[in-house]
């Protein structure tokens, strides 16, 4: 983005909801099914059907909004009117004036907020795939088309423009997407199209107050699409202005070979789509039943998680805050959780579960939290040395069993107290020199004696005790 | 008379996806605007404080279970299509894109 | 006396007893086809062979001592946009000509269980949009009193199939008067339930906040047993109304003594002398037989056709876009979709269609919302408040329910202003969601059928269904159907 200019963000995200069946109907809400094997009247929108509300689907509608900490209301439907072939009644019904949730905010990792708008429900299209050609829409020859995701239950959630980055956006789209597999309301997968999401991008220069004219950007399958779509047009967009032109308002397409966004439609031509209240549906009210199985069943948001580890160690886990990240990201926080519960200490519980444990989280996530304990305690005890522990900890991922048992196994007995004071005194005695020069203050020497020791222990002496050994009988 | 002009009229039919010839649209011209003349005594009135009627009804959460219901089978859903390919029906190239 | 002139209640009852088979009765109804179809046009499919076979299961489930239901045995008509499973639907239009639905609605699903035979599939004007069933795209139905003259729409044909003795008991949708209107025309009678008392699932829709199904027969009691074989929630159909069908045969005879009947003059005074005439002769007979009856004015009520006339093409236009050319029904070619959509439509729908399509895009297009669409809503709210505080004072409410006996055909159908006028009288019962039901009353200077309207509040039918008991019983003679074809007021041999 050329100097002296800062971009605008706001992203629409479509979730598809996790139900069994699609929002108006009772159809299979399936991916992958054989084409038009999973349609009925109603979704086909044959002459005379009519709809009717799926319950689980605004259960999850009303999850969503307070998980998002938005005001969950009284709403009704409307039609959106418009002609396409996958639209089966070229009318979609979605919500317009009145929508489900409204005024929420999602808090990022970095502290910062972007507010949400608002989230509705809307029933999804059908899929359409062009023949001949490229295989994109221009230049086909026609177009096929498959109504099995068409009624599929959708929530829009419309953020305000308030991110500044491709990077804020990026990680807005990563806790949205844990906050809504946390709600159970979606399985997140973008690449499958269960999460879709469109930016809508402007430019204007920096510290201005004014926002500069919007260009939407679709076709991000992933979030290096989205990010380096954002990029690229907020770049197109400030060349622009920068060399005094200005920026038509326009939907554009994303190319990811070649890194560029195409126009599709000015939206100066923009579809009038005579929203109207839907006839054929009736108000929809969050009652106590709705709202009963709307709170219940979530899990812990992202945020609520962060803070839990936060609270490990009294709040301030900023010095190891790509730890709590990775650790979160891959599920393992409740690992932590569970081994501090047990008596580890947190910071080597973090420790491990981010740098060992996450080299195989899989394994990792069905890791017993007291085994996992047990072994963090032969570690702070100085039981095992840190190589020990981590190799104790690789065998554990692989088999499981009792740490103490593998350790054994390994090799890594501990030594005993009395073990450990012979080896010691038997190194003093051997090197007599080097111990006049340790009892007179040389520090530099008792490196010498405890690599003599270790030595002698065939490694299994735990350095730190050792250095605490010497120094006992210094002072001693 | 309400002026409802040609081109008025034109824009109203791409809206509706009806392709109607010069003729027809000259027609509707009149007809539109006569009909709109007859509709003109409700927009006299002031109406502001009358909240509107979506619903004779006074019903709130109509809800289904989600339960799965058997679906049409797809060989009477197809046979009714003017052309299908490959399960899928068919439509000629598609000029605009996806709203 | 034929069966069919018998009527339902009596051939349901003969059937179950095994006093007749439903075979005989189909029978004569098939004949009676046979007979009239040519000149009065009531059908555009009839299922001859269906219905022999489903009459000749009614016998054999009568034999074997198994339930047949309240209507076994009755062959019925359907208005062709109801949908029926496998057999043509098509709204007469060229759009929908072919099609056959894969579901039967739910109404048709009530009936069959209920042990009806239906006969065939009636005309109608082109979607449900007019007052004659001219805008047929398969030709006009003719009115069984005089051929020259409309039957009435939008459902003409199944208006004229229970007036010539076709069947006892016919069914038809009403979004502004399309069973009332074509009953009045064609003197039988013929009922708009409280919306959402019968399922719509399965009704190709016009107007969805206004359309209901409702029944024609030549009784009171027939009609009212016909509602209530297809009356009650349908969890299909999210604005039916919870809960049973009420049961509504019981009151029938109950009489109106004390009864607070309010005429209503706006009407009154809004129509030819005789329809005019016709109401009041009615308020009279129902004040002899011991109601109270008094003139009261509802000038909001005159705000209903202009609101009818935004609302229903504004939700039409929405509902009639499926109809593109992609998954069913008529489709003309074009280089792109766009353009094929826009000529399959053009070529499919008339132009009665083609302009309330027009119409409503345009009341519900950016910057005219508020202004037609948005108000028309708000006179909704108005004239509803107004009915239900006229209804602090009154039981019942009565009308005309036409503005004029049956008109010529071609009369009306090349000024479509002339032609929404017909719906002055009832379109109020749409908007307000009101019950409400012609009785054929009396005959009219030009010798045809004049209907009377007796209107309730919501869900009140039973009470207005004994008024329109009363009003049966107190009628002149020869008023009423069943009629011989172009006999005027001359019974059936």
Redesign the interface.
């Known amino acids: 983005m050329r100097d002296g200019y800062e971009m605008v963000v706001g992203l629409e995200v479509h979730c598809e909801l996790a139900t069994a069946t699609k929002l108006f109907c009772g159809c299979p809400n399936a991916f992958g099914d054989e084409p038009n094997t999973n349609v009925c009247p109603v979704c086909l929108g044959l002459p005379g059907s009519l709809p009717v509300l799926n319950r689980r689907a605004a259960e999850l509608a009303m999850r969503i909004g307070l998980a998002l900490g938005c005001e969950v209301r009284p709403s009704v439907f409307h039609r959106k009117n418009y002609f396409y072939p996958d639209m089966p009644k070229d009318y979609q019904i979605s919500q317009y004036d009145a929508p489900v949730n409204v005024n929420g905010r999602l808090e990022l990792p970095d502290g910062s907020v972007v507010r949400i708008e608002r989230a509705h429900m809307e029933e999804d299209t059908g899929k359409t795939t062009h023949v001949g050609g490229t295989g994109r829409i221009h230049g086909a020859s026609h177009s096929l088309v498959d109504y099995n995701r068409a009624g599929v239950p959708l929530v829009e959630i419309v953020s305000a423009p308030d991110i500044g980055s491709a990077e804020q956006a990026r990680a807005y789209v990563t806790e949205l997407r844990g906050v809504l597999v946390a709600t159970g309301a979606s399985d997140g997968r973008m690449e499958e199209g269960s999460l879709r999401v469109d930016a809508n991008v402007s430019v204007r220069p920096a510290g201005s107050a004014r926002l500069g004219t919007r260009c939407e950007v679709k076709n991000l399958n992933s979030l290096r699409s989205l990010v380096r779509a954002i990029e690229h047009e907020a770049e197109r967009q400030s060349a622009i202005l920068a060399e005094g032109g200005t920026v038509a308002q326009q939907t554009r397409h994303w190319d990811e070979d070649a890194g560029v966004t195409h126009p599709l439609r000015s939206k100066e031509e923009a579809d009038d789509y005579r929203y109207f209240q839907e006839p054929d549906l009736v108000p929809l009210v969050p009652d106590e039943p709705l709202l009963a199985a709307a709170r219940s069943g979530v899990g812990l948001l992202p945020a609520d998680r962060r803070r839990r580890l936060a609270e490990l160690f009294g709040g301030g886990a900023g010095a190891v805050s790509d730890q709590v990240q990775t650790v979160i990201e891959l599920d393992l926080d409740q690992l932590v959780v569970d081994a501090v519960e047990a008596g580890a200490d947190a910071r080597l519980a973090l420790a491990r579960a981010a740098n060992e444990a996450a080299a195989r989280p899989e394994r990792a996530r069905h890791l017993d939290a007291g085994s996992f304990a047990s072994l963090l305690e032969l570690e702070s005890a100085g039981t095992l040395s840190a190589t020990q522990s981590k190799a104790v900890l690789a065998a554990l991922l692989d088999e499981g069993g009792d740490p103490r048992e593998i350790a054994r196994r390994l090799g890594y007995e501990a030594l005993d107290a009395s073990e450990l004071d012979r080896l010691v005194d038997e190194v003093i005695e051997a090197n007599p020199a080097e111990w006049g020069r340790y009892l007179a203050g040389d520090e530099k020497v008792s490196g010498f004696l405890l690599g003599q020791v270790m030595r002698n222990s065939g490694g299994r002496a735990n350095g730190k005790l050792v250095a605490e050994a010497f120094a006992r009988r210094r002072t001693g | 008379m309400a002026e409802?002009g040609i081109d008025?009229?034109r824009k109203?039919?791409r809206?509706?996806?009806?392709?109607?010839s010069a003729e027809?649209l000259a027609d509707?011209v009149g007809?539109?605007s006569?009909?709109?003349d007859?509709?003109?005594?409700?927009?006299q009135?002031d109406?502001s404080g009358?909240?509107?009627?979506?619903?004779?009804?006074p019903?709130?959460?109509?809800?289904?279970?989600?339960?799965?219901?058997s679906?049409?089978?797809?060989d009477?859903?197809?046979a009714?299509?003017?052309?299908t390919?490959?399960?899928?029906?068919?439509?000629?190239?598609?000029?605009?894109?996806?709203? | 006396m034929s069966w069919i002139e018998r009527g339902a209640a009596a051939i349901a009852a003969a059937v179950r007893a095994g006093e007749v088979t439903a075979r005989a009765v189909v029978e004569e109804s098939l004949a009676r086809i046979a007979e009239t179809e040519e000149q009065l046009h009531c059908f555009h499919t009839t299922l001859p062979d269906e219905a022999r076979r489903d009459a000749d299961a009614i016998d054999e489930a009568v034999r074997a001592g198994r339930e047949v239901g309240s209507l076994a045995g009755v062959p019925v008509a359907l208005k062709d946009n109801l949908c029926t499973r496998g057999v043509e639907t098509t709204c007469s239009s060229r759009i929908l000509e072919g099609w056959k639905p894969p579901y039967d609605a739910t109404v048709v699903a009530r009936l069959r269980a209920a042990g009806a035979v239906v006969v065939g599939k009636t005309n109608l004007d082109e979607f449900a949009m007019g007052s004659s069933t001219e805008n047929s795209a398969f030709g006009p139905t003719r009115n069984p009193w005089d051929l020259d003259r409309v039957p009435g729409g939008s459902s003409g044909g199944s208006a004229a199939a229970v007036a010539a003795g076709i069947v006892p008991l016919a069914y038809g949708s009403d979004t502004g008067g399309s069973i009332r209107q074509p009953a009045s025309f064609c003197g039988v009678v013929g009922l708009k339930p409280t919306y959402g008392l019968v399922s719509r699932y399965g009704l190709i829709a016009f107007a969805s906040s206004l359309d209901q199904i409702g029944p024609f027969a030549c009784t009171v009691a027939d009609a009212t047993l016909g509602l209530e074989a297809v009356a009650g929630e349908d969890p299909m159909d999210s604005t039916s109304l919870g809960g049973r069908a009420p049961s509504l045969r019981l009151e029938l005879g109950g009489g109106v003594e004390g009864l607070r009947v309010g005429l209503l003059g706006d009407f009154v005074n809004d129509v030819s002398p005789s329809c005019a005439r016709a109401a009041n002769e009615a308020a009279d007979a129902l004040a002899r037989a011991g109601a109270k009856v008094d003139e009261l004015s509802i000038p909001e009520a005159r705000l209903g056709l202009p609101a009818y006339y935004v609302i229903a093409p504004a939700e039409a236009s929405s509902n009639l876009a499926r109809y593109d050319g992609v998954r069913y029904g008529l489709r003309v070619e074009g280089p792109d979709v766009e353009s094929m959509n826009a000529r399959t439509r053009a070529a499919g729908f008339g132009k009665e269609v083609r302009r309330r399509i027009m119409i409503g895009t345009y009341a519900l297009s950016a910057g005219y919302y508020d202004a037609y669409y948005g108000q028309a809503q708000r006179v909704r709210t108005l004239m509803t408040r107004a009915f239900e505080a006229a209804y602090e004072h009154f039981d019942v409410l009565l009308s005309p329910t036409t503005p004029s006996e049956a008109f010529p055909i071609g009369a009306k159908v090349a000024n479509p202003i002339e032609m929404y006028l017909s719906d002055l009288c009832t379109v109020s019962s749409n908007l307000t969601g009101h019950p409400a039901v012609s009785v054929p009353y009396a005959l009219g200077d030009e010798g045809l059928p004049v209907g009377v309207q007796v209107m309730a509040p919501a869900l009140h039918e039973a009470r207005m269904l004994k008024v329109a008991a009363a009003l049966e019983a107190a009628a002149p003679a020869g008023a009423r159907a069943p009629v011989a074809v172009g006999g005027r007021a001359s019974p059936i041999a």
């Open positions: 409802l008025e009229v109203v039919a809206l509706a996806r009806l392709e109607l027809e509707l007809e539109l006569a009909l709109l007859h509709v003109d005594a409700i927009r009135i109406l009358v909240p509107p009627t979506a619903h004779a009804l019903l709130v959460n109509v809800l289904r279970e989600d339960v799965p219901r679906c049409l089978d797809r009477e859903v197809l009714a299509a003017p052309e390919e490959e399960g899928r029906f068919v439509v000629p190239s598609i000029l605009g894109d996806e709203p």
